[in-house]
Nanobody, 123 residues
């Protein structure tokens, strides 16, 4: 199995950028597809994006497409979520997740989750 720890959250202003990291330990990181999800207060957790094991395939939610970029460095066992042109509606706790299957958008497909990191975007 794999353990995931997110970092890089914080308070930014609208229009700013922020990069989140997801450090993995345990089983080889390259065995896992990695996903990012977020949950705003009072709302359900939602899909943000996902990246395949080798990094050649990415998928994004329409709400972040063109602003957010997912990448990974398997040698460092770390995944990244680069967030640009941030908006107040991006405020949420952001979670990384991993699964041994394909590139999925459903939370139920992911077996391993980090503890989350808070991102707050002020207007």
């Amino acid at each position: 199995q794999v353990q995931l720890v997110e970092s890089g959250g914080g308070l930014v202003q609208a229009g700013d950028s922020l990069r989140l990291s997801c450090a993995a330990s345990g089983r080889a990181f390259s065995d896992y597809t990695m996903g990012w999800f977020r949950q705003a207060r009072g709302k359900e957790r939602e899909f943000v994006g996902t990246i395949s094991r080798s990094g050649d395939i990415t998928r994004y939610a329409d709400s972040v497409k063109g602003r957010f970029t997912i990448s990974r460095d398997n040698a460092k066992s770390t995944g990244y979520l680069q967030m640009n042109s941030m908006k107040p509606e991006d405020t949420a706790v952001y979670y990384c997740a991993a699964d041994l299957g394909g590139v999925f958008q459903r939370m139920s497909e992911y077996d391993y989750w980090g503890q989350g990191t808070q991102v707050t975007v002020s207007s």
